[in-house]
């Protein structure tokens, strides 16, 4: 799975730009080790050249968050979301229940602070699309909640629907219990004898390998993922993904939200043949004379 990272660079809600961190000049310096490493085989191998070729299934952006932009979130969310309680729980499956402050809670875009926050994640997602796929595209934020969790709560195996053909989802994660920030994240015993590695975790399932696939050379297609407070992850909405449930003092609060994406012109004619896109200009061509009639 491929993993892009990008820190953001806004001093404030008010936006700013986005930039490509150190992992970045890391992967530079690997690219360099590797073609050593390369030339090194040419010469022990009598000439025979070899290259990886890895495919990924899918990519995930993880974007970290100043922690004075978290901090103002959480005021907003104290202050405005909470003693607003308009519930968002109808049309979502979090079983937010087990305690009186369980909620998932509608986060409106229409005032100051939700409207800096849609223009941060705009932005985000936009260069999700850009960075991950190449793609011709922008990302417009279709909704957005908060989730507040406590001990027992949990979130079953569910993906997010959009307005769009594709589209993109995503969290941020804005408070973590203690119980879970001390899970020290080593999975290499697996979860077996009940001891709780991942309670309060992230599960993200993109395929149904089993244990003996990955045995038969098969790509695992599961991970785990610990919360941290200010880190947001953006990816597919196709994704399946699922919280598990903690059993501690404290909240699990994040914010969820979904994406349009809108495709230019240039990327829906990306796949479409001469015939397609001759009917396709066509129809764009009568809908501007149609628009320019009811004018």
Request: hydrophobic share 35%; net charge negative; with cysteine.
């Amino acid at each position: 799975m491929g993993v892009k990272i990008f820190d953001g660079g806004t001093d404030d809600l008010g936006g700013g730009t986005l930039q490509r961190n150190e992992d970045q000049e890391q992967a530079l310096e690997d690219a360099v080790h590797l073609k050593r490493e390369e030339e090194k085989h040419l010469e022990q191998n009598h000439g025979l050249r070899v290259a990886l070729r890895p495919i990924n299934a899918l990519n995930i952006m993880r974007v970290e968050v100043p922690e004075d932009v978290i901090a103002e979130i959480n005021t907003h969310i104290d202050d405005v979301i909470i003693p607003a309680k308009k519930s968002y729980a109808a049309g979502l499956v979090g079983q937010m229940k087990e305690n009186e402050k369980s909620a998932q809670l509608e986060f409106p875009m229409d005032d100051e602070v939700g409207a800096s926050v849609k223009t941060i994640l705009n932005q985000a997602g936009t260069s999700f699309l850009k960075g991950g796929y190449q793609r011709d595209s922008h990302a417009e934020l279709h909704n957005i909640w908060t989730n507040h969790a406590y001990a027992g709560d949990y979130n079953p195996f569910h993906d997010h629907g959009v307005a769009t053909a594709a589209g993109l989802s995503g969290f941020l994660w804005l408070k973590v219990p203690e119980c879970i920030k001390k899970s020290d994240g080593d999975l290499t015993q697996g979860i077996n004898n009940a001891n709780g590695a991942v309670d309060g975790w992230t599960h993200l399932v993109w395929g149904v390998n089993t244990r003996k696939d990955i045995y038969q050379l098969r790509p695992p297609t599961e991970d785990y993922v610990k919360p941290e407070e200010g880190v947001m992850l953006i990816f597919p909405n196709w994704l399946k993904h699922q919280v598990l449930p903690f059993f501690g003092e404290g909240e699990r609060r994040s914010l969820a939200f979904n994406w349009n994406v809108i495709d230019s012109d240039r990327e829906k004619k990306k796949h479409m043949s001469d015939n397609e896109k001759e009917k396709y200009d066509a129809a764009i061509a009568k809908k501007k004379e149609e628009s320019k009639i009811g004018h």
